[in-house]
């Protein structure tokens, strides 16, 4: 199984990205989907997760800026960012928590992480 994420770069303080991240390899299902951080010297931290159904949670300090959804028929997780702040600089990562089996337990794999600078 890997996650590949994709679309960091480098945006000017309140403009927008937009992250993907896709889940390929040998996947029996998905449940939830998220997105976390880690920037310059902090610890990795929740920016906002989405279930199967769809339902979403987010940090205090991105809720009503960033939107997180998913395509469950192509296995993927998307975080639209908008009103970028220079606070929000890290390294951006995808999770998933899925079963590779209709035995097997569910297990969290984590993508390879995509850099946001925000930065006039």
């Known amino acids: 199984v890997q996650l590949q994420a994709s679309g960091g770069g480098l945006v000017q303080p309140g403009g927008s990205l937009g992250l993907s991240c896709a889940a390929s390899g040998r996947i029996f299902s998905i449940n939830g989907m998220g997105w976390y951080r880690q920037a310059p010297g902090k610890e990795r931290e929740l920016v906002a997760i989405i279930n199967s159904g769809g339902s979403t949670n987010y940090a205090d300090s991105v809720k009503g800026r960033f939107t997180i959804s998913r395509d469950n028929a192509k296995n993927m997780v998307y975080l639209q960012m908008n009103s970028l702040k220079p606070e929000d600089t890290a390294v951006y990562y995808c999770?998933?928590?899925?079963?590779?089996?209709?035995?097997?337990?569910?297990?969290?794999?984590w993508g390879q992480g995509t850099l946001v600078t925000v930065s006039s």
């Open positions: 999770n998933a928590d899925l079963k590779t089996s209709r035995w097997s337990v569910s297990s969290r794999y």
